[in-house]
């Protein structure tokens, strides 16, 4: 039988009970089954076994040809805008809540992954972004975002002034406590939660969503995904604004810097079951009603 993949990368969330014991099934499937195994080093070292290969997920992303990440949708972004950089396939096991980014369940894993390694699977391609911040025309600060780049204050409840422009072109200026620029992926996150719209994952298109915006008319737009977002930021703002990638990465923004959003030349490549819907997850993950016939 020809083996589609020849080195595995596991990457899962350290020190949650549920991962180690899916990392370690995988584990030993993996190894039974001929596999070279990469171990990220973060998880190894709250194993019970010795992995004889470990590594950092830029070792995985540089060494393997699929990577399986066990745990929460939190977790598959962070493991997700580093692969990013790298020709590695990418599947997720949930261990979180949601879990829109894992596919597989833990409690029956093997045998849909034995159908991904033998070939019976899907490659789906998702771009991300880059948000860039400028002062006086220099680049300060950089980052990617998987699901969504978020202008906002420091403190709760600080409403900020903007401009935004969409490639060059004056589009509004705003007051609110911020603005959610969001991928397809992204959709299904803190945009959906702010009421912006689902974008199904092949769109190419990015989504704007005010943040309690000072007026009743501002509404959620959707824009062409290969747009450059530029937000300027008044100077009568307080100091303390930041620019959020993924809830995780902070970029730091003073009043009138220039915000750079923008698709990044890399994507993420999903691996999926040959059966997913993206509308049966939907409905699963969101309680939507079944058929009525």
Not at 3 to 22: F, R, S, V
Not at 138 to 162: P, Q
Not at 287 to 293: A, D, P, Q, S, V
Request: with cysteine; net charge negative.
């Amino acid at each position: 039988m020809t083996q589609h993949y020849k080195t595995i990368g596991l990457i899962g969330k350290p020190h949650h009970e549920g991962a180690n014991a899916t990392i370690k099934v995988l584990y030993d499937y993996l190894l039974k089954n001929n596999y070279n195994v990469l171990v990220e080093n973060t998880i190894a070292s709250s194993l019970e076994f010795n992995a004889i290969n470990i590594g950092t997920i830029t070792e995985i992303g540089e060494q393997a040809d699929l990577a399986i990440v066990v745990g929460g949708d939190g977790y598959m972004l962070g493991a997700a805008r580093v692969l990013a950089c790298y020709d590695i396939g990418v599947i997720g096991v949930n261990r979180g809540n949601l879990g829109f980014l894992t596919d597989l369940s833990p409690d029956e894993i093997i045998e849909p992954l034995s159908l991904i390694l033998n070939g019976q699977s899907r490659q789906e391609n998702r771009f991300i972004i880059e948000a860039e911040v400028y002062r006086h025309g220099k680049l300060k600060s950089s980052n990617s975002a998987v699901n969504e780049a978020v202008l906002h204050a420091g403190k709760v409840a600080n409403m900020i002034e903007f401009e935004v422009y969409i490639d060059n072109v004056f589009m509004f200026s705003q007051r609110s406590d911020g603005l959610i620029i969001s991928t397809p992926t992204g959709s299904t996150a803190y945009s959906m939660s702010a009421g912006g719209p689902i974008l199904t994952p092949n769109l190419n298109a990015l989504s704007l969503v005010p943040m309690f915006p000072h007026t009743l008319t501002s509404r959620p737009i959707v824009v062409d995904g290969d747009s450059e977002i530029k937000l300027i930021l008044a100077n009568e703002n307080y100091e303390n604004l930041q620019v959020s990638c993924d809830g995780h990465v902070i970029l730091s923004v003073m009043p009138g810097d220039e915000v750079i959003i923008k698709k990044s030349q890399h994507s993420i490549c999903f691996i999926h079951p040959l059966d997913l819907n993206y509308f049966n997850v939907l409905r699963n993950k969101l309680g939507w009603g079944n058929k009525l016939y």
